[in-house]
């Protein structure tokens, strides 16, 4: 089932940007609860602690898999309560961008569409192993890549064009 979104407005020459989502799926999901059944009896609340990771690479002209990874991770003292991964992907067609468009709409974009999956998916996982749901925050993808920016530009070579 494909959804049609504009994603920006005219390009130059005519052209219209357009971004349609060809496919919405649960790329990777791991669930560790390495303390159960002991760890359904703790009285102190575990901390928890949230990383993530996007990635995209294009598949076919116009065809993008984007994938987002959030990874939740719960201690309490020195143990592991459980540990969530979900890498949540999705696939977009996106047509009329340059590619100094195209590479924040992959950035931004995109994983805003998957967090909500993603989300979703964390919290079914941590019930399922028996724990309260976690409830992630909403995330700014247009902050944390402006971030990523500003410190690439802090790295040596990061000026020169072309440097990758």
């Known amino acids: 089932m494909a959804e049609s979104q504009p994603a920006a407005p005219a390009t130059g020459a005519g052209m219209t940007a357009q971004m349609s989502i060809e496919r919405i799926y649960v790329k990777d999901l791991s669930l560790e609860n390495p303390g159960a059944p002991q760890s359904f009896q703790m009285t102190e609340a575990p901390q928890i602690e949230v990383g993530l990771r996007t990635r995209a690479e294009q598949v076919a002209p116009d065809v993008y898999d984007c994938v987002l990874t959030l990874t939740v991770t719960a201690r309490a003292s020195d143990k592991t309560v459980f540990l969530v991964e979900a890498s949540q992907a999705g696939v977009f067609g996106i ?70």
């Open 95 to 164: 047509r009329g961008l340059t590619p100094d468009q195209l590479q924040p709409v992959l950035a931004i974009h995109c994983p805003t569409v998957l967090f909500p999956y993603a989300r979703e998916t964390i919290a079914d996982a941590t019930m399922r192993a028996g724990f309260p749901p976690v409830h992630l925050a909403p995330i700014n993808f247009e902050v944390l890549s402006q971030q990523q920016l500003a410190q690439a530009g802090a790295q040596p070579g990061a000026g020169v064009v072309g440097a990758n």
